[in-house]
């Protein structure tokens, strides 16, 4: 009872924080450069669209992309299906997509501490659900494929960490698959490889360390070689392995960079005089408790499995950061899937600082308060700035913006015959904001409105009897033609005043 209750409260917590999350998300639209073109190419109508969803780039034809997301594309293609063109319908998928990713860094958080540790799924789950980087993901449809790669990354890790598949000899059948549709979410679950073999040399059955080692690269195998198959397929349908032409080694060297904005997501976190120095009393703080129970009591099986999930969480945490190092971008709706091992780093140091200061006296005592007071407070600073307690600006800036500058076209296009050029007007194309601002609040640094290719998809929407080409001003000289309406434009940045 004590369990179905417990599960019964995360549910309810889940729903009502994803709520918050999306009560000023509902009425935005389509938001972000690659979202209509996305859902206009996404658009199934027979079977025959169904396999051509399934064989083109990410942002299919006549659009363009470095990305093969199959997965990720079929979900737009049964939102058109079930909402055709209605954003709000979109958002639906998007908040319950969100729901589910929270109810299993819950259940993984549960897995990884052990049974009957409320402390560490719960910190875990609030940590997520509260980190500031779902201002910069949720509002903007594009970036769905981080949450929905990360429900099957959790699924993958929780399938072969159940007693079942952990007895297994040899590699399972569904964490291969699991990493397969994650990898069609994302190719960021090309790591799954990696967090299966720690996850299994941490919670391996087996008797010596030797064994372990060996148990985790075995049950590696499976989604090493889902990695192989769906590289293989990829090439195939793109003719090289796509990403960002920045990728590479030396990229790498930008992780602290990465980590940086994973624990300080806005300027006003690190520009305080106390606040930077939260996480390193905190680790300091758990570094005591470990060192120092482990001593004195090291046969504690709390304190012991505290640690190892820890430890997990740490892993988890790098390896994500290391990957998105790797590409080469830092854009902040990256730092998604990092904040989850974040949170099942944080939710096991919880629980070990708490019950350290439950059950221990004297200097141990003292350095699992104090831990866990710096964990509480830094904790709560980054939950004052995510968009359940805080209202951001820019995305409503940015749909206002679109919304005017879509009108205004709406209205010059009806007007317009076949065959003339028509100039507009440069379009909004993201949310720029003043330096010294950005450093006094909260801000969301990456709202994206619209580029050329989303420009032309929504013309596409609007006007499905006129053949539209959308050209730059730099692209010219231009020549008419009878049967399309040519619009020549430009971008602008939007500011908020």
Same mark, same amino acid.
């Given at each position: 009872?004590?369990?179905?209750?417990?599960?019964?409260?995360?549910?309810?917590?889940?729903?009502?924080?994803?709520?918050?999350?999306?009560?000023?998300?509902?009425?935005?639209?389509?938001?972000?450069?690659?979202?209509?073109?996305?859902?206009?190419?996404?658009?199934?109508?027979?079977?025959?669209?169904?396999?051509?969803?399934?064989?083109?780039?990410?942002?299919?034809?006549?659009?363009?992309?470095?990305?093969?997301?199959?997965?990720?594309?079929?979900?737009?293609?049964?939102?058109?299906?079930?909402?055709?063109?209605? &954003?709000?319908?979109?958002? +639906?998928?998007? *908040? $319950?997509? !969100? /729901? =589910? @990713?929270?109810? %299993?860094?819950?259940?993984?958080?549960?897995?990884?501490?052990?049974?009957?540790?409320?402390?560490?799924?719960?910190?875990?789950?609030?940590?997520?659900?509260?980190?500031?980087?779902?201002?910069?993901?949720?509002?903007?449809?594009?970036?769905?494929?981080?949450?929905?790669?990360?429900?099957?990354?959790?699924?993958?890790?929780?399938?072969?960490?159940?007693?079942?598949?952990?007895?297994?000899?040899?590699?399972?059948?569904?964490?291969?698959?699991?990493?397969?549709?994650?990898?069609?979410?994302?190719?960021?679950?090309?790591?799954?490889?990696?967090?299966?073999?720690?996850?299994?040399?941490?919670?391996?059955?087996?008797?010596?360390?030797?064994?372990?080692?060996?148990?985790?690269?075995?049950?590696?195998?499976?989604? &090493?070689?889902?990695?192989? +198959?769906?590289? *293989? $397929?990829? !090439? /195939? =349908? @793109?003719?090289? %392995?796509?990403?960002?032409?920045?990728?590479?080694?030396?990229?790498?060297?930008?992780?602290?960079?990465?980590?940086?904005?994973?624990?300080?997501?806005?300027?006003?976190?690190?520009?305080?005089?106390?606040?930077?120095?939260?996480?390193?009393?905190?680790?300091?703080?758990?570094?005591?408790?470990?060192?120092?129970?482990?001593?004195?009591?090291?046969?504690?099986?709390?304190?012991?499995?505290?640690?190892?999930?820890?430890?997990?969480?740490?892993?988890?945490?790098?390896?994500?950061?290391?990957?998105?190092?790797?590409?080469?971008?830092?854009?902040?709706?990256?730092?998604?899937?990092?904040?989850?091992?974040?949170?099942?780093?944080?939710?096991?140091?919880?629980?070990?600082?708490?019950?350290?200061?439950?059950?221990?006296?004297?200097?141990?005592? +003292?350095?699992? *308060? $104090?831990? !866990?007071?710096? @964990?509480?407070?830094?904790?709560?600073?980054?939950?004052?700035?995510?968009?359940?307690?805080?209202?951001?600006?820019?995305?409503?800036?940015?749909?206002?913006?679109?919304?005017?500058?879509?009108?205004?076209?709406?209205?010059?296009?009806?007007?317009?015959?076949?065959?003339?050029?028509?100039?507009?007007?440069?379009?909004?194309?993201?949310?720029?904001?003043?330096?010294?601002?950005?450093?006094?609040?909260?801000?969301?640094?990456?709202?994206?409105?619209?580029?050329?290719?989303?420009?032309?998809?929504?013309?596409?929407?609007?006007?499905?009897?006129?053949?539209?080409?959308?050209?730059?001003?730099?692209?010219?000289?231009?020549?008419?033609?009878?049967?399309?309406?040519?619009?020549?434009?430009?971008?602008?940045?939007?500011?908020?005043?």
């Amino acid at each position: 009872m004590g369990a179905r209750y417990s599960l019964g409260v995360a549910a309810v917590v889940v729903i009502v924080l994803c709520a918050a999350h999306y009560r000023h998300v509902w009425g935005l639209g389509f938001l972000g450069h690659d979202t209509l073109p996305i859902v206009v190419s996404s658009v199934v109508e027979s079977p025959g669209d169904v396999v051509r969803v399934l064989s083109e780039p990410h942002v299919g034809a006549p659009f363009w992309s470095l990305f093969y997301r199959p997965l990720l594309k079929l979900s737009y293609s049964l939102d058109h299906a079930l909402y055709g063109f209605d &954003a709000r319908g979109y958002h +639906v998928t998007s *908040a $319950v997509l !969100l /729901a =589910v @990713l929270s109810g %299993l860094v819950f259940a993984l958080a549960r897995r990884l501490a052990g049974p009957g540790r409320p402390v560490a799924a719960w910190v875990a789950l609030l940590v997520f659900l509260l980190h500031p980087v779902h201002a910069e993901v949720l509002p903007a449809l594009e970036r769905r494929g981080e949450v929905l790669c990360g429900v099957f990354l959790l699924l993958a890790l929780l399938v072969q960490l159940s007693p079942r598949t952990l007895s297994l000899r040899r590699p399972a059948l569904g964490p291969a698959l699991l990493t397969l549709a994650a990898i069609a979410s994302k190719e960021t679950a090309i790591v799954l490889p990696a967090l299966v073999a720690a996850a299994v040399w941490l919670w391996s059955p087996r008797a010596t360390a030797r064994e372990r080692r060996v148990h985790g690269a075995v049950a590696a195998l499976g989604p &090493a070689a889902a990695v192989g +198959v769906a590289a *293989a $397929v990829r !090439l /195939a =349908v @793109l003719g090289a %392995l796509g990403g960002h032409d920045t990728a590479g080694l030396s990229s790498l060297a930008s992780s602290g960079e990465i980590a940086g904005l994973l624990l300080f997501p806005q300027p006003v976190l690190s520009a305080s005089v106390w606040i930077p120095w939260l996480p390193l009393v905190a680790v300091s703080a758990l570094a005591v408790v470990g060192f120092t129970g482990t001593r004195t009591r090291p046969a504690d099986p709390v304190l012991r499995a505290d640690l190892r999930a820890a430890a997990f969480g740490a892993v988890f945490t790098l390896i994500l950061i290391a990957i998105h190092a790797y590409t080469g971008k830092t854009s902040r709706w990256y730092l998604l899937l990092p904040a989850i091992g974040w949170a099942l780093l944080l939710g096991p140091a919880a629980d070990a600082l708490w019950n350290a200061m439950r059950t221990s006296g004297g200097l141990w005592r +003292v350095a699992a *308060a $104090v831990g !866990l007071l710096a @964990l509480s407070l830094f904790s709560a600073a980054h939950a004052r700035l995510s968009p359940v307690l805080h209202t951001y600006q820019e995305w409503p800036l940015a749909a206002r913006s679109r919304d005017a500058y879509l009108e205004a076209i709406d209205e010059r296009v009806r007007s317009t015959p076949r065959g003339r050029i028509l100039v507009l007007e440069p379009f909004p194309n993201w949310v720029r904001f003043d330096r010294e601002e950005y450093a006094r609040r909260p801000t969301v640094h990456t709202a994206a409105i619209l580029r050329r290719d989303s420009l032309e998809a929504w013309l596409r929407i609007a006007f499905p009897d006129k053949n539209v080409r959308v050209r730059r001003r730099r692209d010219g000289p231009f020549e008419s033609d009878p049967d399309v309406l040519l619009i020549v434009t430009d971008r602008r940045a939007v500011r908020l005043r």
